[in-house]
């Protein structure tokens, strides 16, 4: 069974840094060409996609609003990708999901978890 689990968030202050976690229980990780993304939505706010790192590792993009402030590793062998969130802003606060979207496209995410809360206050 596909199963994607985040863990991390919380409750951090302007500037804080927090990272996020996610891990597959089920059998995402032993596909390949698996592309692992993580999205956010604000409250009022359409999901966007803040980052993604193909199988390998070798080809991430980020959003423009979180560029040099985040980074997106994933570790094959233990089923899970991270998101290490620095400099965190007001702005930045939202649910945070992890999607997996298969066939290396990063184009139609199939998977994803039941998020994780950030809050950033001010």
């Known amino acids: 069974q596909v199963q994607l689990v985040e863990s991390g968030g919380g409750l951090v202050q302007a500037g804080g840094s927090l990272t996020l976690s996610c891990e597959d229980s089920g059998r995402i990780f032993r596909t390949y060409d698996m592309t692992m993304g993580w999205f956010r939505q604000a409250p009022g706010k359409e999901r966007e996609l803040v980052a993604a790192?193909?199988?390998?590792?070798?080809?991430?993009k980020y959003a423009d609003s979180v560029k040099g402030r985040f980074t997106i590793v994933r570790d094959n062998a233990k089923k899970a990708v991270y998101l290490q969130m620095n400099n965190l802003k007001p702005e930045d606060m939202a649910i945070y999901y992890c999607a997996a979207s298969p066939g290396g496209s990063a184009s139609q995410w199939n998977y994803w978890g039941q998020g994780t809360q950030v809050t950033v206050s001010s």
């Open positions: 790192i193909n199988w390998s590792g070798d080809k991430i």
